[in-house]
């Protein structure tokens, strides 16, 4: 079942379980543990002053009185104390003990604050990067809906460097629909920057490069004085890009040609796709099953297709990737940068105010 991350007061949720960032005396606190003890009841309360506390790096189980939810899993977080004190081992143990606690409770959705992402000073990135991993461990091996939910935009941080790369490659390749290049003619336009008899044509507005056309030599790039990505001419196994050139099969047959030539199992591609098995289910038995864009993508990246493949895959559906698409933009970055975690391509897209991957 998939991951999501989601904007909401984990205190409104109507899953079966949510989770509490608590301490380890477990009788509330400030934070989430304080709103969930406030939308609870003293009920809550009463309940935790009979568990005795509660380790860092365990979990255990309430029952939920006025909430939406039907439990409360109360788990205690490490304090950050610099990364060497073993925190990310305890944090990962928050995951996985709650998770544990919520199969054998019988839970099929459980809700996550960013333990230990507040008060107790874990870095955002860092925390968000050890709940999805963990998370996501969880369910390659298990069939739950788990939310990540964040509360603010300020408590959610992906990794830095992550951000500014993919911000750069945004700005440099998104083309709002709206923008008029006023360097850019009518069909009259005679462009003095073409170049040799190869066909190289770089349109400029002063010294600038904006827009390559055809794939360029190496040689061609500090034509301008700009240099630019190479985009490799596509050298990926052409029998792949062949046989989605060929393609007449609907989605579901291409999708299990491409199962078998990456020799994946069914389960294991529609898990790294983050889809549910209930929309596996419904592609691999509705006849006419039409994917979304979205579903195109997700498992494009299971399938760690490249740049080219993936747009092979997409057209054959009717889709392309546009340059005035922020979503667009940001899966090309992670396709070209051939990161096929699609946690890592979620928080980014989270982050970015888009959709994440997978239904
Ligand atoms: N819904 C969802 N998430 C929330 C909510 C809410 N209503 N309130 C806060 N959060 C988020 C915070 O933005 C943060 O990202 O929960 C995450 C965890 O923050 P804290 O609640 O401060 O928990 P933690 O960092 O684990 O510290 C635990 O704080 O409240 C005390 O008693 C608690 O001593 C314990 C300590």
Request: proline share 2%; net charge negative; charged share 30%.
């Amino acid at each position: 079942m998939p991951l999501y991350i989601i904007r909401q007061d984990i205190t409104k949720l109507e899953c079966d379980a949510i989770v509490n960032a608590a301490n380890n005396t477990l009788l509330g606190g400030g934070g989430v543990d304080g709103a969930i003890h406030k939308a609870a009841g003293a009920e809550l309360l009463e309940e935790c002053k009979r568990l005795g506390g509660c380790d860092t790096g365990e979990a255990k189980i309430t029952k939920a009185y006025n909430l939406p939810c039907k439990h409360v899993i109360h788990t205690v977080g490490p304090i950050w104390q610099g990364g060497e004190k073993g925190e990310k081992a305890l944090l990962e143990s928050c995951y996985k003990k709650s998770l544990s606690l919520a199969k054998e409770n019988g839970c099929e959705s459980v809700a996550f604050p960013l333990i230990s992402a507040g008060v107790y000073g874990y870095p955002k990135d860092k925390a968000l990067a050890v709940a999805a991993e963990s998370i996501s461990e969880f369910l390659f091996k298990n069939e739950m809906t788990v939310y990540i939910v964040v509360f603010d935009k300020a408590s959610y941080q992906i990794s830095e460097e992550l951000f500014d790369d993919v911000q750069e490659y945004i700005d440099d390749n998104y083309v709002d629909d709206n923008y008029v290049d006023d360097n850019y003619a009518d069909e009259n336009y005679v462009d003095d920057n073409y170049a040799d008899e190869n066909g190289y044509y770089l349109e400029r507005s002063g010294e600038v490069c904006c827009r390559r056309v055809p794939i360029f030599k190496e040689s061609d790039y500090d034509l301008f004085g700009c240099f630019e990505e190479k985009i490799e001419e596509p050298t990926e196994d052409l029998s792949l890009l062949d046989m989605l050139s060929k393609i007449d099969d609907n989605f579901a047959v291409t999708l299990l040609k491409l199962i078998d030539i990456k020799g994946m199992s069914d389960v294991e591609c529609y898990k790294k796709a983050n889809v549910s098995k209930q929309t596996w289910y419904k592609i691999m038995n509705e006849k006419e099953y039409k994917p979304s864009k979205n579903t195109v993508i997700s498992f494009a990246i299971a399938l760690e297709l490249s740049l080219e493949e993936a747009k092979r895959l997409l057209s054959t559906v009717g889709f392309t990737l546009s340059k005035s698409s922020k979503f667009d933009i940001i899966i090309e970055y992670f396709l070209l940068k051939e990161e096929y975690n699609i946690f890592i391509i979620n928080e980014t897209l989270f982050k970015f105010d888009q959709v994440c991957l997978g239904v």
